[in-house]
């Protein structure tokens, strides 16, 4: 797309070109701070967000701008329902809608900005014990929220055992496509039938974000002691069953290290990890939305330390 300013949003029907408008903020800020304007907010200072899905705009330090396409608009309601049903509901402050809108068909939120830095800065720099601590106040923050009712949130499609049938009709497909090795496919078919035994679709649901993952927590300090001082990003929020939502933290923070995994399950509110969890999480993760285990896995060398899925199941959920 040529570097032109845009008067108006735009009409995209692909995520590719919409990503090229997102990647271009010259384009699209002129319109995001009109918006700002039109609700009374100061934008002497705008700061462009450049990571992220949509298009996120901090107006000075206390405000953010959230643009989400017409492509997008279920993010919106995902994002906007989370916000308000969870409000008040929870011990770790997460953003508070200030505004919200549609514009050119784009609707968009202006939300609270939360204190803190945000946990992909700090996370790989951590002591253990620290990675530990804030491990087990993750695994707290996912059960506070699943105690939340689920209130509108209850009708966002698909619904979990729809979506779980069509992650595992995908599955093998989907993890050839993404290059997993074949020593660890030879087991996807024996994991999905377990699966369909081990995963309950029809128990009742509860509020899973999908994405408690450093890019998406803000930590701070306080007497050299590290922790969660906010949540945000609930645009992919689903309903269903309560174990999906220690796949991220498990990949991408635990590391298969036994006291991280300890210190998140505890403070989730399981003991010692059996088979039949190390099974239900294996094949969760596999079917994860946003599933890829060679991209995901932070674990070094693990596609050499482990010959199959069950291995690979005890290298991730170390005791």
């Not at 570097?3 to 010259?26: G, I, K, L, M, Y």
């Not at 010692?272 to 896995?297: G, V």
Request: glycine share 8%; charged share 20%; proline share 6%.
């Amino acid at each position: 797309m040529t570097n032109v300013t845009f008067r108006e949003f735009p009409h995209f029907t692909d995520a590719q070109s919409f990503c090229a408008f997102r990647s271009n903020p010259s384009q699209w800020l002129p319109v995001a701070l009109d918006i700002a304007r039109s609700h009374g907010f100061g934008v002497s200072a705008p700061h462009v967000f450049a990571t992220g899905t949509n298009l996120v705009v901090g107006l000075g330090e206390k405000l953010i701008l959230k643009i989400f396409p017409p492509l997008l608009r279920a993010q919106f309601v995902s994002e906007r329902d989370s916000l308000r049903q969870l409000n008040g509901r929870l011990h770790l402050p997460i953003p508070e809608i200030v505004a919200e809108g549609v514009r050119d068909g784009w609707t968009y939120l202006v939300i609270t900005r939360l204190a803190g830095t945000l946990g992909s800065e700090i996370w790989p720099h951590l002591a253990e014990d620290q990675k530990e601590r804030v491990l087990r106040q993750i695994g707290e923050t996912i059960a506070s929220v699943q105690r939340a009712p689920l209130g509108p949130l209850v009708a966002i499609e698909p619904r979990w055992d729809d979506f779980m049938r069509i992650q595992m009709q995908g599955c093998r497909a989907r993890h050839e496509r993404l290059g997993l090795a074949p020593k660890f496919l030879a087991g996807l078919d024996d994991l999905l039938r377990d699966a369909a035994a081990l995963i309950p679709l029809d128990a009742p649901p509860v509020i899973l974000t999908g994405e408690y993952i450093p890019e998406n927590f803000l930590l701070g300090c306080d007497d050299g002691q590290w922790s969660l001082t906010g949540l945000f990003d609930f645009g992919d929020v689903r309903a269903g069953w309560r174990d999906y939502d220690l796949l991220g933290p498990s990949a991408f923070m635990a590391a298969g290290r036994p006291g991280r995994v300890r210190s998140l399950l505890e403070g989730f509110g399981y003991g010692r990890p059996d088979y039949a969890l190390k099974r239900r999480l294996m094949a969760l993760m596999l079917l994860h939305q946003a599933s890829d285990l060679n991209a995901h896995i932070c674990i070094e060398g693990w596609q050499e330390q482990a010959d199959d899925l069950v291995e690979l199941q005890e290298l991730i959920w170390a005791e």
